[in-house]
């Protein structure tokens, strides 16, 4: 069955672009979550949803990111004015939610931003 | 959140069993013992969930004792393949909790 998808895998832009990152979860799983991933560090939280609303979105960096989901499944991370401190690996990774309780999160394999 | 504390690295040899072992000193009642995997270029993969005991699945174990201070992950019997960053993550397992990571253990592991 198909896992978490996240296009593009690379991405290089410079300074100051705005960029877009896609997620695509895993069918049926209501919980979808944003990290981002430095080198040689463990991922960061940056936003949770449940369905189409941003339940927590605590760990976005600064007003520069955004989130959508609109339809309860594909999730897009926004990201304006770029700069070189945003480059890492962006992590998206999605889960059922049973009774209250979280399954496991599955994780897609990311998207390495680039920004120069 | 609880924190963890766990070894940089570790080295290991082809058909070795590896434990990794992680401090959480400050461990709530409800919070959950959680392990990923994670391999160069690719997402975090869960491994083993555990609240007290033992744990055992298809591909580790986990052992925590009486006081939850302190878990243990057991790889049998590893493989090259094994090589790979370990995380020891503690927290509710209530829905929408998002995931702290510490900075994990890097296992070699040698033939």
């Not at chain 1, 594909?74 to 690996?89: C, F, M, N, W, Y």
């Not at chain 2, 491994?47 to 174990?61: C, D, F, L, P, R």
């Amino acid at each position: 069955g198909a896992g978490v998808s996240q296009t593009p895998s690379n991405k290089v832009t410079e300074k100051g672009k705005y960029v877009e990152l896609r997620c695509d979860p895993i069918s049926g799983h209501t919980a979808l979550y944003w990290y981002r991933q430095s080198l040689g560090q463990g991922p960061e939280f940056l936003i949770y949803f449940q369905g189409t609303g941003a339940a927590d979105d605590s760990g976005l960096p600064n007003d520069r990111f955004f989130a959508v989901r609109p339809e309860g499944s594909v999730s897009t991370l926004k990201i304006q004015r770029t700069e070189r401190g945003d480059s890492a690996v962006y992590l998206c990774a999605s889960s059922l939610t049973v009774w209250g309780l979280n399954q496991p999160q599955h994780f897609g394999d990311g998207t390495r931003l680039s920004i120069l | 959140l609880a924190k963890t504390t766990q070894p940089i690295s570790m080295d290991s040899y082809e058909g070795q069993e590896v434990n990794i072992t992680c401090s959480h000193n400050n461990i709530a009642t409800n919070d959950y013992i959680t392990w990923y995997q994670q391999f160069p270029s690719q997402g975090p993969r869960f491994i083993i969930q555990g609240y007290k005991t033992k744990v055992t699945n298809e591909v580790a174990s986990l052992f925590i004792p009486a006081d939850r201070k302190s878990s243990t992950l057991s790889l049998p019997r590893v493989s090259l393949s094994d090589t790979a960053v370990y995380y020891c993550l503690v927290g509710l397992n209530n829905a929408g909790n998002m995931l702290t990571f510490g900075g994990g253990t890097r296992l070699m592991v040698k033939p």
